[in-house]
C-alpha cells in the first residue's frame, strides 16, 4: 500500500516547474518564468518550514492558511525584489496545488 511518505518522496521540483507551465495560461506565460515558478515553489517550502507544517517523521496532514502562505509570498517576493505579480503567484499556488494533487499529496477540503 502506497504512504503519503512515499508521495512526499515522489514530489519532484523540476516534475513541478514544468507541471505549473503547462498549467498556466499561454497570456500569463510571457511573464512567469522557471525562475519565477522555483522562486515561489522555494519560498513555499520556507513558509512550511517556519510554522513547522514539515515534519518528515509524520504522515499526519496538516492545514495550511492559504491567505497567509500568500501575503507572506508576497512579503518576501519584495523584500527579495522579485519582479512578480500578485496574479501570477496565485496561478503558481493553483498550478502547484494541481501537481500535489496529481501525486496524492493535497486533497481539496470538499473532499474530505
Given at each position: 500500500?502506497?504512504?503519503?511518505?512515499?508521495d512526499?518522496?515522489?514530489?519532484?521540483?523540476?516534475?513541478?516547474?514544468?507541471?505549473?507551465?503547462?498549467?498556466?495560461?499561454?497570456?500569463a506565460?510571457?511573464?512567469?518564468?522557471?525562475?519565477k515558478?522555483?522562486?515561489?515553489?522555494?519560498?513555499?517550502?520556507?513558509?512550511?518550514?517556519?510554522?513547522?507544517?514539515?515534519?518528515?517523521d509524520?504522515?499526519?496532514?496538516?492545514s495550511?492558511?492559504e491567505?497567509?502562505?500568500?501575503?507572506?509570498i508576497?512579503?518576501?517576493?519584495?523584500?527579495?525584489k522579485?519582479?512578480i505579480?500578485?496574479?501570477?503567484?496565485?496561478?503558481?499556488?493553483?498550478g502547484?496545488?494541481?501537481?500535489?494533487k496529481?501525486?496524492?499529496?493535497y486533497?481539496?477540503?470538499?473532499e474530505?
Amino acid at each position: 500500500m502506497k504512504t503519503q511518505e512515499d508521495d512526499l518522496l515522489e514530489y519532484d521540483e523540476d516534475d513541478a516547474v514544468a507541471f505549473i507551465l503547462d498549467f498556466i495560461p499561454a497570456e500569463a506565460k510571457e511573464r512567469i518564468s522557471d525562475d519565477k515558478i522555483e522562486y515561489v515553489l522555494d519560498v513555499v517550502y520556507e513558509y512550511y518550514d517556519e510554522k513547522g507544517l514539515i515534519d518528515e517523521d509524520s504522515t499526519e496532514e496538516a492545514s495550511i492558511d492559504e491567505e497567509d502562505m500568500f501575503k507572506y509570498i508576497l512579503k518576501c517576493s519584495k523584500k527579495d525584489k522579485m519582479d512578480i505579480q500578485e496574479e501570477d503567484v496565485q496561478l503558481i499556488l493553483d498550478g502547484e496545488f494541481e501537481y500535489g494533487k496529481s501525486l496524492g499529496i493535497y486533497r481539496d477540503e470538499e473532499e474530505e
